[in-house]
């Protein structure tokens, strides 16, 4: 099999796709909150967030205004991974009866917690992930990823 009809692969175009939305989405909720509501930082923050968190502060301060492409890239770059990833499991899921919605919202909290351990265990600069609050506004965040992206595939792969 090429690398052609690979990219033909149904499921893998259209959690690509997902992937993209949802990244997307997430970006609009976070503005939206952590930006407008909370206060929590400044727009500019949202692409940069993926790079301090992976590398630390000192790096995404370094790496000037590369830091927005590489953060933009690593934020995407996951959104497409995980949302291929649900392309690949919905013909399970759907078999077995779930809703798109429900399956998105465990989904969200594996996501969370997945992507967080593995923050935890590359670097040093992140939020106490056990702090209630992190927690918290974690999975709101993710549910704003996973939701739009399992209504995507749902929608495409019937």
Sequence with gaps: MNSATTLNTPWLRIGALGGVLGGVVIWIYEALVWVSVQ???PLSGIPRNAVGLVFGPEVQTNLGWFT????TGIHFFFSIAWGVLFAYTWPWFRKQGYDATLAAMFYAVFAWIVMHAAIALVSTSHPDYLDSVVIIGGF?????FTV???LYVKARMV
């Design 140 to 144: 709101m965040s993710h549910f704003f």
């Design 39 to 41: 206060h929590s930082m």
């Design 68 to 71: 927005y492409v590489l953060g």
């Design 148 to 150: 739009p992206l399992a």
